[in-house]
């Protein structure tokens, strides 16, 4: 079993920073198998951050140079750092399998951005 929670979501200005944590527990995940994903309304639950096989991250183009993925290997969480929010980042932020072999979902985390 694998459990996947999501925390650190909010509401901010645009430009502003968020950092999201993803906690991962269970011993059969790994955490470069991790990725980020979110649902912008009336949009499909897309995956926006992963780590490549080669261990460096890879980003949808619209969120690439603003948001940084990374591994907290003693908090085994998979963070994403967000910076230079816009408006259209506003969505339900989630983790899970990069792989397209999901875990359960998590509840996700909101991220609001007000222009």
């Known amino acids: 079993q694998v459990q996947l929670v999501e925390s650190g979501g909010g509401s901010v200005q645009a430009g502003g920073s968020l950092t999201l944590s993803c906690a991962v527990s269970g011993s059969s995940s790994t955490l470069n198998g991790i990725g980020w994903y979110r649902q912008i309304p009336g949009n499909s639950r897309n995956l926006i951050a992963r780590?490549?096989?080669?261990?460096?991250?890879i980003y949808e183009e619209s969120v690439r140079d603003r948001f940084a993925i990374a591994i907290d290997s003693e908090k085994n969480t998979v963070n994403l750092q967000m910076d230079k929010l816009r408006p259209e980042d506003t969505a339900v932020y989630y983790c899970n399998s990069d792989s397209g072999r999901l875990y359960s979902w998590g509840q996700g985390t909101q991220v609001t951005v007000s222009s």
């Open positions: 780590f490549s096989i080669l261990g460096s991250p």
